[in-house]
């Protein structure tokens, strides 16, 4: 698979690679981190990666803007991207041929060439793999810019490497990513620093969130409380990790108001939560899942679903 998309990427001129909407840092460093690879090894290439900015990732990079006629002849790349409906800029479908590369369950296959690998940690770790082998048979070098995206990747998707994804593999490709010349203490800083009202919405969760006898977490944050803390939906979604602290909490749920709908954010530590992520429109990973429900009611159903699995 990984060479048929070699060959792919020779034979075209121009090659834009897409991610899904509202990105964490495994979609821009996949995303971002194969297009220096590519632009790197094959320097008359145009190669542009594409998805709504997301300010809260300024220190990876910032997306191009292109428009409509360059999907012409184009070939197409879409990297961490389960579901064809979470694909950010439906243009994706324009282009001469489509690649898939993924490591989520692959429920929504698309693609003219699907490389889903649900073993990885990330699809960063996918694209280190993916580089060694156009290494050893293309003569691939990787550039320090590509390195340092794709450890943010590895590094965002494995919770530093505390989540059960991170395998023996992970650590051995971090572990070759650091050995080039880019300031882990800066990227660590961009991925972890918090603004003050971020922090102070994150102490109202330890105050307000609930645990029933079963370890079933919950915590809604409404658009009342965005505003109280002065917070985006995206700057609340940086902290739905924190109730992992809590002791007996087994999983948990955190609801967060926007204009038009809640978006449902999933963690567990045990019982496997992707297939209530799925009921709801979304999906995963089995430990960590999202979805969004267009009311108050259909937030309720997925939370008592939850409490189902957690019994």
């Not at 990330?122 to 550039?143: A, H, M, N, R």
């Amino acid at each position: 698979m990984q060479r048929q998309i070699i060959d792919k990427i020779e034979q075209f001129d121009t090659i834009i690679i897409h991610r899904h909407v509202r990105p964490d840092p495994d979609a821009y460093g996949s995303q971002m981190g194969l297009q220096k690879l590519i632009q790197h090894n094959y320097p008359t290439k145009k190669v542009y990666a594409v998805g709504e900015h997301e300010p809260s990732l300024d220190f990876l990079g910032t997306p191009d803007v292109i428009a409509d006629d360059v999907y012409e002849g184009a070939l197409i790349i879409v990297t961490d991207t389960a579901n064809t409906e979470r694909v950010d800029d439906m243009r994706y479908t324009t282009g001469a041929a489509l690649i898939k590369i993924d490591h989520h369950p692959n429920d929504d296959v698309y693609g003219d060439i699907v490389w889903v690998d649900t073993t990885a940690s990330s699809v960063s770790e996918l694209i280190f793999d993916f580089f060694e082998l156009g290494q050893q048979e293309k003569g691939w070098t990787l550039p320090t810019a590509s390195a340092r995206l794709l450890y943010a990747g590895i590094i965002g998707d494995t919770g530093r490497f505390r989540y059960p994804s991170a395998t023996l593999k992970t650590f051995t490709a971090a572990g070759k990513l650091i050995t080039y010349d880019f300031d882990r203490e800066a990227l660590y800083n961009g991925m972890y620093e918090l603004e003050r009202k971020v922090l102070q919405l994150q102490g109202y969760i330890y105050q307000n969130f609930t645990m029933d006898e079963n370890g079933t977490g919950r915590m809604d944050i409404t658009r009342d409380v965005l505003e109280q803390f002065n917070t985006t939906a995206s700057e609340a979604s940086l902290l739905v990790s924190s109730l992992g602290n809590v002791k007996d909490m087994k999983a948990w749920v955190m609801f967060i108001e926007e204009a038009d709908s809640i978006r449902i954010r999933l963690r567990s530590k045990g019982p496997v939560i992707n297939g209530l992520a799925k009921e709801f429109g979304g999906g995963g990973h089995p430990l960590a899942s999202g979805a969004s429900a267009a009311n108050w009611d259909e937030a309720n159903a997925s939370y008592q679903r939850l409490q189902e699995i957690c019994k």
